[in-house]
């Protein structure tokens, strides 16, 4: 298991590198962020009996993975890539496109929306769309777009929920023309501040709500044939 998972942080090391040199070929400064991060986690790695379904997204979803994992277990083999790069950002690509060569999976949980801020939506939607695509040409996966969670309400964060609403509203406009389904992992902690541990993250309460929401659309999913 772990030579697998080596491999592929290492091509997910030279696809980044490769997407740095080609980012000099584009006016459009690439936005990033103090510190960047790139987690990819693949358990169970040779084994093809079960399903094997590909959870997306940052930090959040490194909260609620352990969730997601227990309430699926026996029924699907979970990999991760979480990472802080933005939709927007080229080497995102490069990482998701890692992912779609390495395994086949059955549903692909897909959530990018807090990070790349420096993008505007015109950007986020454009590259958002062009991850679709490349989800579909390499993939038969079944698609689950994630509205992203807000951020808990104070003065200096909710212009950046302004800015997550906007967000998740590209989102369900691309479920839409992709045929995708779509998790609203939003609504279930808006408004709840009791939830929160700090601005962005989850106690375990809603860390708990939130695994359990996630495995039961993957669930469904993957028992439709």
Known sequence: MYKNIVFVLIMATCHLAIAQDNSTKSNRKIERENIECCDIWVPSAPNDDKPRVLLIGDSILKGYYEATTTHLKGQ?????????????????????????????YSVIHFNNGLHGIGYTEEEYEKGFDKALKLIKKKSEAKVVLVLSTPLLSTSDKDYLNARIDERNNIVSRLAKKYGASINDLHSISKGISEYYKDPYHFKKEAITIQGKQVADIIEELIRVK
Not at 78 to 98: G, I, K, N
Request: hydrophobic share 40%.
């Open 76 to 104: 699907a083999y979970c990999a991760r890539l979480a990472t802080s790069y933005c939709v927007a950002d080229p080497a995102f690509m490069d990482q998701l496109e890692t992912m779609l060569t390495q395994y086949e």
